[in-house]
Each structure stands twice: as C-alpha cells, then as structure tokens.
C-alpha cells in the first residue's frame, strides 16, 4: 500500500473528482478525512468508501470559505490524528456566465472557495507539516488555468490559474521543509458539475461524445484518473517533483 497509515485530508470529496481521490487514497491504506461543505452527502460518501476498502473513512463538515473554520477544523485533525501528512485542495465552485455577465459577487465567491480557501487552508496544514519534517499538499487546478475553457467561465479560469502560481510559490518557499505542494489540471473529468455543464452550454460537441472526440485518448475521464495522479503525487514515488502542474486530460489540450 503506497499511503499506509498516511493522514490524507481531500476537500470538496463528497462527490466527484474528490470522492474518486478519497477512495483512491483509502484503498491504497491512508486514513482519510473528507471535508466538505454538504455533510449527508459526505457522510455517505465516507461510508460508501469504508465499505468498499475496509479502511476508517471519516467526514467533518468544513466551509473552506469561512476563514474562521479553517484553524478550528485543522487543530480538531492534529489533535484527532497527531499529525497531517497529505492534503488536497479539492473544493471549488464553478458557474457559466459570459464575460459582460459575471457580476462582482460571482467573481469574488470563486476566489473565496477556490484561492482564498486553498491559501488558508494550505497555510494551516503546511505549518504543522513543517514541523512533523514535511509533507504533501495537492492543489486541484484545471486545464481551465492554462486555457479559456470552458467559453463563459471567466471566474472559474482566473481562479484556476491564480492556484498554479500559489502552487508555485507554496513548493518554492516550503521545498526545505520536505513540504511538497503540486497541482493537478483535470480535463473532462464526468461528475455532478460536468453533467450541470452539459445542461447550460450553448457551445457545440460539449459533451462526452464531443470530448472523446478531441482527445488523442479519444475518451473522456473519470474521478479515478484523478485519483490516481493524486496518489502518485501523494506519495513517495514524486519525492522529486514539486512546483509543478500535471495536465491530466487524455490529451484534449493539444486540440484546442
């Protein structure tokens, strides 16, 4: 098992690409937490995965865009589980408004999810890591960082590029510290968001058959592909790699 006795924290896992790195995560024997905002769905989530991988799954309920959550929450782990050793910023909020559209409440509710809750959060975590010798921090962008993509999602796409440069400058500050912090740029990944996706678009081949089409993979993904790059990350097989942002789309990028 590559995270045996590992104290993994995924946010946002109650669905989606998180519930697919928890379950990745606690099959491989990390003791994970689910953190998330939606707690009977993360409380279900935590006991599908128990069940699945006989290994403690616990949820605590965490609004990583309540500033005052975030230090009582991180001291309730290390007290719990004495030490921290992988976290993976996962939670976010998506919505498709057009450019001309997007109003400055939208705008600053994803920062407050998807940066700023990741800064805290990773903040809190990183000075515990530091002091137990290092450890692992996952920074969920998207290839939506590196791209204007989806059309529409102008808020999404700035905070998904603004989390490369926090990942950057994580890794670079805290690399002496054996702390570890990359980030992770799924493509079409099928959750719950990509499905509200499909329903709102007005652009054409927005869908499974369209992106299987315009990837050299010629198939869509799934949470588990996430999951499975989280893992690598999360566990000694990068002890080389920090700083970075691993695309994982089955290679849809090189068609846009």
């Known amino acids: 098992m590559l995270l045996k006795e590992k104290i993994a924290i995924v946010t946002g896992a109650a669905q ?18 689910i953190a998330d905002i939606q707690e009977a769905k ?15 799954v616990t949820f605590r309920k965490l609004d990583v865009a309540d500033e005052h959550a975030i230090g009582p929450f991180v001291s309730s782990v290390e007290e719990e ?7 993976v910023n996962n939670a976010a909020v998506q919505d498709w408004v057009p450019f001309l559209e997007t109003s400055l409440a939208m705008w600053d509710k994803h920062f407050a999810v998807n940066v700023r809750g990741m800064f805290l959060l990773s ?20 290839d939506s960082g590196l791209a204007p993509l989806p059309e529409g999602a102008t808020a999404y796409c700035a905070t998904k590029s603004a989390i490369i440069a926090l990942t950057r400058n994580i890794a670079k500050e805290l690399g002496r510290h054996k702390v570890y912090c990359n980030a992770i740029c799924p493509g079409a990944i099928m959750t ?11 652009e054409p081949n927005q869908n499974p058959e ?13 949470p588990e592909d996430i999951g499975r790059v989280a893992l690598f990350l999360a566990c000694y097989l990068s002890d080389h790699v920090t700083g970075e942002h691993l695309l994982v789309t089955g290679g849809d990028a090189m068609s846009q």
């Open 16 to 33: 989606g690409i998180g519930q697919g790195i928890a379950e990745v995560f606690s099959r491989e024997g990390a003791m994970v937490i």
């Open 42 to 56: 993360g409380v279900e989530a935590a006991a599908q995965i128990q069940k699945k991988t006989g290994q403690p």
């Open 81 to 87: 589980f004495k030490r921290i050793d992988v976290l």
């Open 123 to 142: 903040q809190a975590v990183a000075k515990i890591m530091v002091r137990q010798g290092g450890g692992k921090i996952i920074n969920m962008s998207s």
């Open 192 to 202: 719950p968001t990509t499905e509200r996706f499909m329903q709102k678009t007005w």
């Open 210 to 222: 369209g992106w299987a089409q315009a990837a050299a993979l010629r198939k869509v993904g799934y």
